[in-house]
């Protein structure tokens, strides 16, 4: 088993879905690596006003992170903040950091909930959103749906996969690219999700003697949520 960053593949994973979607004619908006900013992100969803917004990265119950910075936030208010079992060990520094601008990077804590950054969820209004990251459709997502994107699909835990030297991690890039590839073609979310959950089915059984590619292949079936309208799709 290798170890590394989840990143170097699914980075990989991206350059083939946007392969996929102009091969199909869509226009596709590309913002990658360090270019991967808050302001960035916030200023293309606002001006291209996509119909799809694909997050493949890091995540977190608030937030989708970018390669040093959170790029879609949503903010807490005072009573979720002092209710936090560990509200005290978030307010304190803050006591000494008035006026930091610093408090939204990704490092050293890249799931710092106190993010300076205002919330941009709001500008996925009308979007299908899906993303390939961590824990995304715990919080943010019910929170993207609340600020009017017609659906969020994401995974509410952690999203698992194996990487080998046999490239067993391909598997889990076929059954995301699954999923899109029935929205692109004009199925709903719906019809998407149940396509896919049967190729997991089979993917399942066909490695249920390899516990390191079965179990996560359930889990993230079990893990993964639409949260909005599920009978939403790309051409209505």
Request: charged letters at 20%; a negative charge.
């Amino acid at each position: 088993m290798k170890i590394g960053d989840p990143t170097e593949y699914t980075y990989q994973w991206g350059e083939e879905i946007i392969e996929m979607m102009r091969n199909y004619g869509y226009d596709v908006i590309d913002i990658k690596k360090n270019d991967v900013t808050y302001d960035n992100v916030s200023k293309s969803i606002e001006y291209y006003k996509p119909r799809l917004y694909v997050h493949i990265g890091h995540g977190c119950p608030t937030s989708m992170q970018g390669q040093n910075e959170c790029i879609i936030t949503r903010n807490f208010d005072i009573n979720e903040l002092t209710n936090m079992p560990n509200f005290k060990e978030i307010i304190q520094p803050l006591i000494y950091q008035t006026g930091c601008t610093h408090t939204c990077k990704t490092l050293p804590d890249i799931c710092n909930p106190i993010c300076t950054n205002p919330t941009n969820v709001n500008l996925l209004r009308g979007t299908i959103v899906y993303t390939i990251s961590c824990y995304t459709a715990a919080q943010l997502g019910n929170c993207a749906v609340k600020y009017g994107a017609e659906a969020y699909v994401g995974f509410k835990d952690l999203m698992l996969f194996p990487v080998d030297d046999v490239n067993s991690q391909d598997i889990f890039r076929d059954v995301h690219k699954m999923f899109l590839n029935e929205l692109l073609t004009g199925h709903t979310i719906k019809e998407s999700t149940e396509k896919t959950e049967k190729f997991e089915n089979e993917l399942i059984s066909l490695y249920k003697r390899t516990k390191y590619i079965s179990l996560p292949l359930l889990w993230n079936k079990l893990n993964r949520k639409v949260i909005g309208n599920s009978g939403a799709s790309l051409y209505g």
